[in-house]
């Protein structure tokens, strides 16, 4: 298992650029964090602080995915662990909370897939209807459980989790989900019914070649940069 200073050149770097990225997208304010898996037994979480905050020195921490939590590490990250633990193929976990996904489940609902970003959470990512703060194992189990292979859940009243198969993706979805929050609510405040994608055009829709994530983390990263040796194994 990595020591904490081996996490640094490979994640604590990245983390912060996905951090920061977050909030200039306004996806988070003083609450949210990122995790990357780092094998099968560990993982790393951006440190306790607001993400658009993070400074070099604010290095991840590393999370096993079995017993307690670090004292370090926010209660909520226990989310993450139970996802890891569940899902081996995701390798990165986004908590955030943006305002028009809030404004939607707070109605009860989910984006549904009306355009091209709704495509990859077809029909719709699944609603924890409960809108207490996740902090325990036995809550964080239900919240892992209802995601089952989902690459989102959200949770009413209080944003969502996104997972992904590398940091890019999972920051990715976090952009399209409350992107198709905000379809969703425009096409409810026309009172009308509205298109949804069907399943076909929903599966044809979310691709995942050409660059789609990388370019999209280019975007969300602008103006910042970062060496090509700190990207991890899982980038």
Partial sequence: MPEPEDLAPAYAIRLRLAGHALARAGLVHAYGHVSVRLDNESFAVTAAKPLGLLAAGDEPVRVPLTGSLPAAVLPEVVMHQQVYRRRPDVE??????SPQLITLSTLGRT???????????SPAPPLHDDPRLVRDVD???RVADQLGASRAIVLR?????????SLEEAL??????????RVELGVLATGQTGLELTDGEARDRAITTGG???????????????DSSARGPHS
């Fill in 157 to 165: 009243a209080n944003g969502a989790l996104c997972v992904g198969r």
């Fill in 172 to 181: 990715t979805l976090a952009w399209y989900l409350e992107d198709a929050a």
């Fill in 212 to 226: 789609l994530y990388e370019r999209m983390w280019e975007w969300l990263t602008r103006g910042e940069s970062i």
């Fill in 139 to 141: 809550r964080a189990g």
């Fill in 92 to 97: 990165a976990v986004v908590r955030f909370q």
């Fill in 111 to 121: 984006p549904r897939a009306r355009h091209g970003f709704g495509a990859y959470f």
